[in-house]
């Protein structure tokens, strides 16, 4: 079975930290990232981890969040540090089992995507 699973959220207040794990299974993907949606709201790009280690993220969470992978373990991790308020939302895993050359901010450029798990943050 193809599939992505997330684990590692919670309820937290604001200034916390929380780290996200996504165990992938069934195939080995190329590059991994992370999407989150508040409600109300589009689903939105948030980091991506390429082959290669090469990193990229949206501009509300650099210097606070990290991303990280595992390749031994098929594995990506975001690292959430300072939490405020506004990043309260369904964190999902998303992959992609081709490298992405180009782009790589919108969902429509990744095939597999996990269950999601909520991130609530409390002011």
């Known amino acids: 079975q193809v599939q992505l699973v997330e684990s590692g959220g919670g309820l937290v207040q604001a200034g916390d930290s929380l780290r996200l794990s996504c165990a992938a299974s069934g195939v080995t993907f190329s590059t991994m990232g992370w999407f989150r949606q508040a409600p109300g709201k589009e689903r939105d790009f948030v980091a991506v981890?390429?082959?290669?280690?090469?990193?990229s993220y949206t501009d509300s969470v650099k210097g606070r969040f990290s991303i990280s992978r595992d390749s031994a373990k098929n594995a990506v991790y975001l690292q959430m540090n300072g939490l405020k308020p506004e990043d309260t939302a369904v964190y999902y895993c998303a992959a992609n089992r081709r490298p992405l050359f180009g782009g790589y901010s919108s969902r429509s450029q990744y095939d597999v995507w996990g269950q999601g798990t909520q991130v609530t943050v409390s002011s």
């Open positions: 981890s390429r082959s290669g280690g090469i990193t």
